[in-house]
């Protein structure tokens, strides 16, 4: 397990290669998040130039937040609770409708101290991300302190827009080039 240091330069580090890959590219990336508190935004908003790939975060730690914000439906709320698959897919489409982002990351979860149960205990987080209108969900049980917890949630929803988004650019077909010589 990573230290808290060591996690918070991995953020730093995942925060520069998401700059670098999408960097003049048009593309911009959304957040939407619970219980990291904006901390996606704020790891990348601190690589200079994100203006240019990135749109926006919303920060939705209550439910009425990921309703109101987001769209999150009352119904799956009440059935799945806020920590969980369906609610973190809710949260991750309603961040591109609600955005111009390309690319979208979501994130709800158990930090702790308190809060946590047999079913769902301290450290459970759910994550989502949405490229290009595909929608995939995981759920990581993290140990440690809420700020391990926490750091943890941040670093895995950066690898998974890295990992995605290069996937997604890979399919992409080759830019033509087209050069012309001046007589």
Same mark, same amino acid.
């Given at each position: *397990? ?36 904006? #901390? ?12 240019? #790939? ?11 937040? %990921? ?6 439906? $009352? %119904? ?8 969980? %698959?369906?609610?973190?897919?809710? *949260?991750? @489409?309603?961040?591109? %409708? @609600? ?13 702790? $101290? ?5 079913? @769902?205990?301290?450290?459970?987080? #759910? ?12 759920? +990581?049980?993290? $140990? ?18 890295? +990992?995605?988004?290069?996937? #997604? ?8 080039? +087209? ?5």
């Amino acid at each position: *397990m990573l230290t808290y240091a060591d996690q918070t330069l991995l953020i730093e580090a995942l925060a520069t290669q998401l700059g670098s890959l999408l960097r003049g590219r048009g593309l911009y990336v959304v957040t939407a998040e619970s219980c990291t508190g904006g #901390w996606v935004a704020e790891a990348i908003t601190q690589v200079a130039g994100s203006s240019g #790939w990135f749109d926006r975060g919303f920060v939705t730690y209550s439910n009425d937040a %990921k309703r109101e914000m987001l769209g999150v439906r $009352p %119904k799956t709320l009440e059935q799945h609770g806020a920590v969980s %698959k369906a609610v973190v897919e809710e *949260m991750v @489409k309603g961040a591109l %409708k @609600k955005s111009r982002g390309t690319f979208a990351v979501s994130i709800s979860g158990i930090a702790g $101290p308190d809060g946590g149960t047999e079913e @769902k205990p301290v450290g459970t987080v #759910w994550l989502a991300w949405s490229i290009q209108g595909r929608v995939d969900s995981c759920q +990581v049980c993290l $140990p440690g302190e809420r700020r391990e917890v926490r750091s943890a949630a941040v670093s895995l929803a950066l690898q998974g827009l890295l +990992v995605r988004i290069r996937d #997604w650019l890979d399919l992409q077909p080759a830019q033509e080039f +087209v050069v012309t010589v001046d007589e």
